[in-house]
């Protein structure tokens, strides 16, 4: 049977990410103050919690949080995509501070951590499909955080020779990381409910981006010392991607395996 589209929750969920971000800013990047806004944030997220946990076909299938590997997947991609939008934002203001460079010789520092992870990008695919997901996963995500832990130690003084070096090895960890977190996301589910599972996992993703931007705007406020804590601050959060995702699974244990064939019977079926 055709169920109708969630509407409520696609708008609850709307509301819950815009106010997020809005009351990070609005907190300085403190999410602990206790804030009008912040239990109304709550409460809507309570809500829902409860909606979707009830709808047959709900907007985010929170059910799927049950199992680790899905859980690790989403909890990487929301952390490295935290570290790495806040620094390629942050990027863009140091230098511009610093040296006063124009836009396109900022973008070409940028290519640093772009082009390496699309460079890279094949051989992460590679290395998952051949030694599976999680040893390319977390050495990447460790790769991640180890071009990432220079910035943290120069701070807004970081020469551009470091700062290039860090960018490139940060990018190359990305690019060896990503096969393998999306890949064990989709196999953490029934082929069937794929679909479903890639929408979270983009959601994940954005939510990481988002609350690493907003952050990123309230820290910057303290000048130099800003950058050293927006550095510190993508550091730690890409070293934690890399702890979350040693819950990835190499590939699909014997029951999920037994869950997929029965989901392409049924899909062929239908």
């Known amino acids: 049977p055709v169920t109708p589209f969630g509407l409520l929750g696609a708008v609850l969920l709307s509301i819950l990410l815009v106010g997020a971000a809005g009351l990070l800013i609005q907190s300085h990047g403190s999410v602990l103050i206790p804030s009008i806004g912040g239990l109304f944030l709550v409460a809507i997220a309570a809500f829902f919690v409860w909606h979707e946990w009830r709808h047959l076909d709900p907007v985010s299938q929170l059910r799927f949080f049950g199992r680790r590997s899905f859980a690790a997947a989403n909890g990487a991609v929301a952390l490295s995509n935290l570290a790495m939008y806040s620094t390629m934002l942050a990027v863009p203001i140091l230098l511009s501070r610093q040296n006063d460079w124009t836009s396109a010789e900022t973008g070409m520092v940028l290519m640093a951590l772009m082009a390496t992870s699309m460079v890279f990008a094949p051989l992460g695919g590679f290395l998952a499909d ?27 003084g970081v020469e551009l020779p470091t700062l290039v070096g860090s960018l490139s090895v940060a990018g190359i960890g990305l690019g060896l990381a990503w096969a393998g977190i999306q890949t064990s996301a989709v196999e953490a589910v029934e082929p069937r409910q794929a679909g479903a599972a890639s929408g979270i996992y ?69």
Not at 133 to 151: D, F, H, K, Y
Not at 227 to 247: I, P, Q, W
């Open 130 to 156: 051949r030694w599976g997901r999680r040893r390319p996963a977390v050495g990447g995500l460790l790769l991640l955080t180890l071009g990432l832990l220079p910035l943290a130690l120069a701070g807004g």
């Open 202 to 270: 983009s959601t994940s993703r954005y939510l990481g981006s988002i609350v690493g931007s907003s952050v990123l705007i309230s820290l910057l406020k303290d000048g130099e010392d800003g950058f050293a804590a927006v550095f510190f601050m993508v550091t730690a959060a890409a070293f934690l991607s890399a702890l979350v995702s040693l819950g990835l699974k190499d590939r699909p244990g014997h029951r999920e395996e037994v869950h997929e064939t029965a989901g392409r019977e049924d899909w062929r079926r239908a």
